[in-house]
């Protein structure tokens, strides 16, 4: 029997405080790195940490994979009143087989609750700038997107569109390939918080 994605996540847990607590050793940690300079200015006790802790993350990752555990999470998410229990990838976990449409599933459902959420609030697309938009172009945008996600703060409601990698989408770096749009649905100005 295999471990579920709950203990995979208590097991990342422990291991990720066993390791900054000093408890795992990496042997030459200065190696992994491809500049001697950098490898030298950095402290090597918080490098070992790292690459100890990521090389056991990736064994996590392989297991998941040869075993078929899912990296997906359910949670809940609370705004104006309203409620939605919707799936997303866990930050240490990665997507299996499948979890890619557990997520596809879930957009409609998702953006049901966002648009019902947000009457009568203004739109603005999130970035380096925030450029105000319309319910129009998040419909026509949310049909080229494969899922979506949501999060509240106190008096913002935060839509993300994604597609490709669910691991990688949230990352600039990814895009064409994988991608997230970011739009704010705020009373009126968004708040300084990044998204």
């Known amino acids: 029997m295999s471990y579920t994605t709950e203990q995979l996540i208590q097991i990342l847990d422990r291991e990720l405080q066993a390791t900054w607590r000093g408890e795992r050793v ?8 491809n500049n001697s300079a950098v490898a030298k200015a950095l402290d090597p006790g918080r490098l070992s940490k ?13 297991y998941q994979h040869q075993h078929r555990v899912s990296g997906i999470i359910w949670r809940s998410c609370t705004f104006g009143g309203q409620a939605i229990y919707f799936p997303e990838l866990h930050a240490q976990l ?29 739109f603005w697309h999130a970035g380096d700038e925030r450029q105000k938009t319309t319910l129009e172009s998040i419909e026509q945008l949310s049909q080229q997107v494969e899922w979506a996600e949501v999060d509240a703060a ?12 669910p691991k990688e989408c949230h990352y ?5 390939v994988s991608g997230c749009e970011r739009i704010i649905a705020a009373i009126a100005e968004p708040s300084s918080i990044k998204v």
């Open 154 to 165: 106190r008096t913002e409601l935060y839509l993300r569109l994604c597609w490709g990698d």
């Open 94 to 122: 990665v997507a299996v087989a499948g979890d890619r449409e557990i997520l596809m599933a879930a957009k409609e459902s998702v953006l049901e609750f966002w648009y019902q959420a947000t009457q009568g609030m203004s």
């Open 172 to 176: 600039q770096w990814s895009q064409p």
């Open 26 to 33: 990496l042997l030459s940690p200065a190696k992994r790195l």
């Open 50 to 62: 790292v690459f100890a802790y990521q090389d056991f993350r990736d064994q996590i990752h392989r």
